[in-house]
């Protein structure tokens, strides 16, 4: 299917075979104007994000990187081991660089902070040390919003998520979403070809 008018895709990947395995190949989609979900956890699970330290470390790298990278979060979790955003990005050209930036600082400075350092910090799954998927439409952005809003909940580490310090909500739904729809920011009209799996014995 084609990208939806006014919107330019420009699509990344370590490899050049469209599938493995069956499976489709992961690729960043670096899209301006376009709401985003993104995540990515610690290499083997590991609870890099456990101290206050290691927290604060991610969120002062976070803030100065996203805003430099002209990307607006709507709602942030970090856990002990990953994290899960929501969030508008204005130029997608900067999206890539964005990412290796807050990567790269955050892994640096809290293997400091570690008892022995981790490398790589981030999972390498698929070749690829996050995951990034265009939203296509509100029904999704509200799901995902929601998602990202509960993971403290449901991870069972409190029972509401205002009780976690960690869990950030810059902008609230109905108002991110309102002014997306206004701008087209969603990918409507385009599947999610490059995430689906063959059922050949494999969870979905």
């Known amino acids: 299917m084609d990208t939806p008018p006014g919107k330019r895709v420009h ?13 489709h190949r992961f690729e960043h989609w670096y899209v301006s104007n376009q709401v985003y979900f993104i995540t990515a956890r610690c290499r083997e699970r590991y609870a890099a994000f456990a101290s206050p330290e290691a927290r604060a470390v991610f969120w ?3 803030e100065h990187h996203t805003r430099d990278g002209l990307f607006f979060p709507w709602v942030v979790s970090l856990m002990a081991n990953h994290y899960h955003l929501l969030g508008y990005c204005r130029d ?18 809290v293997n400091d902070l570690l008892p022995e350092r981790r490398r790589p910090f981030w999972d390498k799954q698929g070749h ?8 296509r439409d509100a029904k999704q952005c509200r799901l995902t919003y ?5 993971q403290s909940v449901r991870h069972g580490v409190c029972a509401h998520w205002r009780e976690y310090p960690d869990t950030r909500v810059y902008i ?10 206004e701008l087209h920011a ?9 995430y689906e799996r063959t059922r050949r014995g494999k969870r979905t």
């Open 172 to 181: 609230k739904l109905e108002r991110g979403l309102k002014r997306s729809l």
């Open 128 to 135: 690829q040390d996050y995951f990034d998927g265009c939203l």
């Open 186 to 194: 969603f990918l409507e009209g385009v599947p999610y070809k490059r």
């Open 60 to 62: 002062d790298r976070f």
């Open 92 to 109: 997608g050209a900067l999206l890539g660089r964005m990412m290796q930036r807050i990567h790269g600082s955050v892994a640096k400075l």
């Open 11 to 23: 699509k990344y990947s370590r490899t050049r075979h469209v599938e493995y395995d069956g499976d």
């Open 146 to 150: 929601r998602y990202v809003l509960t």
